[in-house]
Nanobody, 125 residues
Framework: QVQLMESGGGSVQTGGSLRLTCAAS????????MGWFRQAPGKEREGVAA???????FYADSVKGRFTISQDNAKMTLYLQMNSLKPEDTAMYYC???????????????????WGQGTQVTVSS
């Protein structure tokens, strides 16, 4: 089973940028479906972006055009580049992975079996 560890969170002002990193160990991430999720206090977990084993990417409508998911298989690392950040992006961000996710569920957290511990992103106005 893959182990995941996120980093790169922090505090930025509206319009700023951050790049989140998820370091994986264990299974090769090239063979895994991977995703980024977030959860704000008092809100349900939300799928943000995902990438499948063919390199296809998927985004929540709320982040399309602002966030970019990518991965470096050789470095066993998943990234989330976040630009034009808004206060509503404030949340704990988690990366997740699983061997197979049906396409309709790539942004559904319940489908993923491996999770990191999260990294906090705070965007101030």
């Amino acid at each position: 089973q893959v182990q995941l560890m996120e980093s790169g969170g922090g505090s930025v002002q509206t319009g700023g940028s951050l790049r989140l990193t998820c370091a994986a160990s264990g299974d090769s991430i090239g063979s895994l479906h991977m995703g980024w999720f977030r959860q704000a206090p008092g809100k349900e977990r939300e799928g943000v972006a995902a990438i499948d084993t063919n390199g296809r990417t998927f985004y929540a409508d709320s982040v399309k055009g602002r966030f970019t998911i990518s991965q470096d298989n050789a470095k066993m690392t998943l990234y989330l580049q976040m630009n034009s950040l808004k206060p509503e992006d404030t949340a704990m961000y988690y990366c997740a992975a699983d061997a197979w996710i049906p396409r309709w569920a790539v942004l559904e957290g319940t489908q993923y079996g491996s999770w990191g511990q999260g990294t906090q992103v705070t965007v101030s106005s």
